[in-house]
């Protein structure tokens, strides 16, 4: 059952998604964060890197190779997952991989990462400034020619949402299986925005109907742009929404919960909620980091605390382990 949004919408099958995740991703329960408590596990989304961006790139690779593009451009953090993900993703499609990065708080994850995005051949662009390695990326002279395909920050762009709307529906369907209760609450990590995106849209044409609690990560603007915040986050499922073209109507985003105080200092910074969420996760089998899943999964156990009804933790971060050649094992 690897798109079921493809059987639930036939016009979306000429967007032909490559499979590169092993579909569904398992739920698992959380039993010690309380009976009610389940996860889902894109942490093992696909091999050899899992994690939300494999959902993504599937619907991104055919739309590269339909534009025929040798080379793609990317964008993200220092250490960024996404980068990682789609350095991969280039180095077996022997296709070039750049990547403009701006700073982020060093870690333990972010040299691992620096260290596979380079051994798997991408290029990184480092710049001292989201707006600086930003301009890098919008004003690469690539846009004026052909076989560049620009990818935006997190993988995210309009086919991309569309990996978090089949997930969505691909739980349903583990739900009408009987694996997992319907959730009444959802928790993820919003960054870029896709991910939960998706997952409004899928929301709504699943009939699951649960509250999706985003879990802000970065800062909401740049000047006079979006980053991360829940108006963009609103226009990327609407974007989504007309490409299944579905009726204007009947798009809602009342189960929109956008949260901004976990976030911390900003982007990348550890908070001590996130740190003690990251024990808790390890102790109940979760690989969590401080970026992402350990703010949402802050967020998570603290709702699960003042709830009693179904809540799940969608598990963005990859947990299978990154292989580096020997000379390129960074130190902590
Ligand atoms: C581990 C992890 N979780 C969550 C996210 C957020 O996903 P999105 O960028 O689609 O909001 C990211 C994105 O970079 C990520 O790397």
């Given at each position: 059952m690897g798109w079921p949004l493809l059987e639930r919408f036939?016009?979306?099958?000429?967007?032909?998604p490559v499979a590169l995740c092993d579909l569904p991703t398992p739920v698992s329960p959380l039993p010690d964060i309380g009976t009610h408590c389940w996860a889902k596990r894109d942490d093992v989304s696909a091999h050899p890197y899992g994690g939300n961006k494999l959902r993504k790139l599937e619907w991104v690779l055919p739309e590269i190779r339909r534009q025929q593009a040798r080379r793609v451009i990317t964008l993200g953090a220092t250490g960024t997952n996404a980068g990682l993900a789609t350095a991969l993703l280039c180095q077996r499609e022997q296709l070039d991989c750049h990547i403009f990065t701006f700073p982020q708080p060093d870690s333990p994850v972010v040299r691992r990462n620096r260290a596979a995005m380079r051994a798997a051949g991408a290029i990184l662009h480092d710049h001292r400034s989201l707006l600086s390695a930003a301009l890098g990326w919008y004003l690469h002279?690539?846009?004026?020619?052909?076989g560049h395909y620009f990818l935006y920050a997190g993988c995210s762009n309009p086919v991309a949402t569309l990996a978090y709307a089949n997930a969505m529906l691909e739980l349903k369907q583990q739900v009408d299986a009987g694996l997992?209760?319907?959730?009444?609450d959802i928790v993820v990590a919003a960054g870029s925005g896709a991910t939960v995106a998706g997952m409004l849209v899928g929301n709504l044409i699943s009939g699951l109907n649960s509250r999706v609690h985003a879990i802000q990560v970065a800062q909401d603007r740049l000047g006079p742009f979006s980053v991360c915040n829940a108006r963009l986050v609103t226009h990327m499922a609407r974007q989504a929404w007309q490409q299944l073209a579905l009726?204007?109507?009947?798009?809602?985003?009342?189960s929109l919960h956008w949260h901004d105080r976990y976030l911390g200092p900003g982007y990348g910074h550890p908070t001590a909620a996130s740190r003690d969420a990251i024990t808790t996760g390890q102790a109940n089998g979760l690989t969590l980091e401080t970026t992402y899943s350990g703010k949402a999964f802050a967020a998570f156990c603290e709702l699960a605390e003042h709830t009693s009804t179904p809540c799940l933790f969608w598990?963005?971060?990859?947990?299978?382990p990154v292989t580096l050649p020997a000379n390129d094992t960074p130190t902590d």
């Open positions: 036939p016009a979306v099958q000429a967007m032909a002279p690539g846009r004026l020619t052909k997992c209760p319907a959730p009444r009726p204007e109507a009947d798009f809602r985003t009342d598990q963005t971060f990859n947990s299978q």
